[in-house]
């Protein structure tokens, strides 16, 4: 029993999933308390799927390379937030109507245009990860991003507070609310590609909400949202990684699983909103 719990760490490509898993993980948690915060999951999961066209272009016009994935996403992601942003400002659609239709579109030429590349046989990691697949260059940039990424939330936390919760008032205190709300995008733009090897574009959105939302059914505490769902992140997605080698199942979905399951928890037992709770005080003041 001991060398079968031991024998994931005896691995190197194992031992750099779950660095790289942790990583991401404490990320994905902290960001994903602005996601909640915001109120804006579907908007996050419309850039998230925007990913995989943005693989196939970089494909076509430079190859298969980790930088020209990278940038290839980061540029379809940019452009079709910002692009639902000039369609909402230029028509009657809302921006989510906007960004469904940009979003859809693009992902079925994502799909069309790889399989026409002959790479569909990758696809699937791109779409649900390949967290196996990582080599030590991918670990580097994973920090790299995970780095910057909690190092501007953090210098830029109290100001961003303040445009989520009242733009007005932080725009009459001087805080350059516009440009607040594009660096947030970036930032969540970066962090969604940083997981892509991970969980994949289809399952990213899982990762950047749910531990957040989880911290969230816990506790009416706003700072805890942020290092809670940080901490609940790198954590569960770690021991997913290892789950899924014990248990012979794909690490990506093991990982949104694991979170998913946290949350069922939280959602039935939590002591203040759980369900059972409140099912429990509703019959009592009956």
Known sequence: MID?????????????AVIAALLIGLTNGYASAFVVLRKSALKVGSLSHALLPGIALAILVAGLHDWSVFLGSLFAALLIGLGSLAVSRGSRLDQDSALAILYTAAFSGGIILLRRLGVAQAMEAWLFGNIMGL????????????????????ALHRPLLMTLFDSEVATSLGVPVRALNYLLLAVLIMVLISSLQAVGCMLALGLLVTPAATIYLLTDSTNALFWGGSLLGGFASAIAVLAGWWLNIEQGPAIVLMLGLLFLIAFLFGPKYGLLRRFTVGRKSC
């Open 4 to 16: 079968w719990l031991l024998e994931p760490f005896q691995h190197p490509f194992n031992q750099r």
């Open 135 to 154: 080599h030590n260059s991918d670990l580097w940039t994973n920090f790299w991003i995970s780095f910057a990424a909690l190092g501007i939330l953090t």
